[in-house]
């Protein structure tokens, strides 16, 4: 069993920059591949970025892709997502997840965090 517990949200101005964590617990972090979703207003969960176990593998989503850098740190049982030139379509709840495999469903998800981008 994994819980993940997120933070770093907020209200950002268009441009500027947040950086989210996602603190796990439980066993055996490192077996963990982890992804960050986000959920906009009306709209679908998608996936926004991916990370490996080891770290050397990363995903992102077409939309972020020079603006968003996914990492983690298997010491500290802790992922990150730095958020950078943020626009105002990045607005979304963002969810922290855990999962057996690179690409599958994830296994473990935790209770979101509220990013607001004003313009």
């Known amino acids: 069993q994994v819980q993940l517990v997120e933070s770093g949200g907020g209200l950002v101005q268009a441009g500027g920059s947040l950086r989210l964590a996602c603190a796990a617990s439980g066993r055996a972090f490192s077996r963990y591949a982890m992804a960050w979703f986000r959920q906009a207003p009306g709209k679908e969960r998608t996936s926004v970025a991916r990370?490996?176990?080891?770290?050397?593998?990363?995903y992102y989503t077409d939309s972020v892709k020079g603006r968003f850098t996914i990492s983690r740190d298997n010491a500290k049982n802790t992922m990150y997502l730095q958020m950078n030139s943020l626009k105002p379509e990045d607005t979304a709840v963002y969810f922290c997840?855990?999962?057996?495999?690179?690409?599958?469903?994830?296994?473990?998800w935790g209770q979101g965090t509220q990013v607001t981008i004003s313009s």
């Open positions: 990370i490996s176990t080891s770290g050397g593998n990363t």
């Open positions: 997840t855990a999962g057996r495999t690179y690409w599958g469903t994830p296994d473990y």
